[in-house]
């Protein structure tokens, strides 16, 4: 529909803008693809093995193993830690859809636990009233850039004897309590997809890990169960990290922390100018650093504040407006309204605001007094 805005209102401002980002990388980028081409070494080449390890050093891990895609990392990552048909795996109803259809590839069926409001993340407590015998891991989701309660989901891995498999697929360089994800389970996802602080120019993803045995077996699934050529011990599947996609991600990597800085500088301005309004802003905890894939605030009257934006051609979006649990595809799980009530209130009010490293401060404040505008008109009522 077109807007009834005049000309001079409407912004495009891009929930996240990949060409301004392509724009200052063009040169290195297109240097890059071209020796990855002149070399032709196209499947598990030379730039594959490089990204593999610069990646594993990045997330402080001693593997990574490249991938098609962040749904394939946890989908193998499960697989590897020997995550199979007749197990449970406990994770969060607020995630992509991915998420939970990982684990259900991996023969595995998932089990939800409501969040903590706070963070959006797994809350431990729900996380252990969800254990029962059949339990074999947990998969807590970083959302938006931050991490889980790590500790206490440690714990309880401990306790009850379960493997753990980072959802890190929106939390690239983001640490807890100093350590970078993808070093705080048995195996970490990772995805590329081309809007993730770490995107590729196609589909991507990784699995890192720091034991051999996990990385190895990650190695296989990937490449049809081979040990060596055409011998095949197990069946297994074509996942592999395209060679000119690594050729990519190795330069994007090497300004990843440059980048998730500039995330934070942003967020921060954000929320400077929304908390004073007495908006629900987003929470990093203490222990964490933050990479804020996503800025989300909340709103109890989000559907109208998205239109409202939209509109004035801002690029504001939903992460995710329907839990997995209520989802058609998982009918066959039974879950019911009210199952997760932190979880199902978040899907109905979280509304992400445009963010990427090179969003401007001119740009933030546009958003900030559009949101302001549509607080005024409708008395204020944003407050979760
Ligand atoms: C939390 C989460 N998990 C899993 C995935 C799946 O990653 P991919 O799209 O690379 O398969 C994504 C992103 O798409 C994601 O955001």
């Known amino acids: 529909m077109p807007s009834l805005l005049e000309p001079s209102r409407l912004m495009n401002i891009p929930l996240v803008d990949l060409k301004i980002q392509y724009r200052s990388l063009a040169a290195e980028i297109q240097q890059a693809v071209q020796r990855a081409m002149e ?3 196209f499947i598990l080449g030379s730039e594959v093995s490089a990204f593999e390890e610069e990646f594993a050093a990045f ?3 001693k593997y990574a193993v490249g991938l098609a895609t962040g749904t394939d990392a946890l989908h193998l990552g499960l697989r590897a830690c020997g995550i199979g048909p007749g197990d449970e795996v406990i994770t969060a109803p607020n995630s992509f859809i991915a998420t939970a259809a990982a684990i259900t590839f991996s023969g595995a069926t998932p089990v939800f636990a409501d969040i903590d409001p706070r963070t959006f993340n797994l809350d431990p407590v729900a996380v252990e009233q969800a254990i029962t015998p059949r339990t074999r891991a947990i998969v807590p989701v970083h959302l ?3 991490p889980a309660d790590m500790d206490a989901l440690q714990a309880l891995a401990r306790r009850y004897d379960l493997k753990i498999i980072e959802d890190a697929c929106q939390a690239h360089g983001a640490e807890y309590k100093g350590q970078r994800v993808g070093s705080l389970g048995d195996v970490a996802a990772f995805s590329f997809y081309p809007g993730k602080n770490l995107g590729a120019y196609g589909d991507g993803g990784a699995a890192v890990t720091s034991d051999p045995q996990i990385a190895e077996t990650l190695r296989m699934l990937r490449n049809y ?8 011990d ?5 996942s592999r990290l395209d060679n000119l996609q690594a050729a990519i991600l190795r330069v994007k990597l090497r300004h990843m922390d440059a980048w ?3 995330r934070r500088k942003a967020a ?7 908390a004073p309004e007495g908006m629900p802003v987003p929470r990093a905890m203490p222990e964490v650093s933050h990479v804020y894939h996503l800025y989300v605030i909340r709103s109890t009257r989000r559907d109208e504040l998205l239109r409202f934006l939209n509109e004035r051609g801002i690029g504001a979006g939903i992460h995710y407006p329907i839990p997995i649990h209520l989802q ?3 009918a066959a799980l039974g879950g019911r309204p009210g199952d997760f009530p932190n979880a199902e209130s978040a899907c109905r009010e979280v509304l992400s605001l445009p963010l990427f490293p090179e969003i401007t401060r001119d740009q933030i404040e546009t958003i900030c007094s559009a949101i302001r505008e549509f607080q005024a008109a409708n008395g204020g009522a944003l407050a979760a």
């Open 328 to 330: 058609s595809a998982y």
């Open 260 to 262: 998730n800085r500039k």
């Open 234 to 238: 197990f069946l297994a599947f074509n």
């Open 225 to 232: 169960g081979q040990s060596r050529k055409y011998h095949h």
């Open 39 to 41: 070399r032709a070494d």
């Open 59 to 61: 997330c402080g891990a």
């Open 268 to 274: 921060a301005h954000y929320t400077r100018l929304l």
């Open 144 to 146: 938006y850039g931050q």
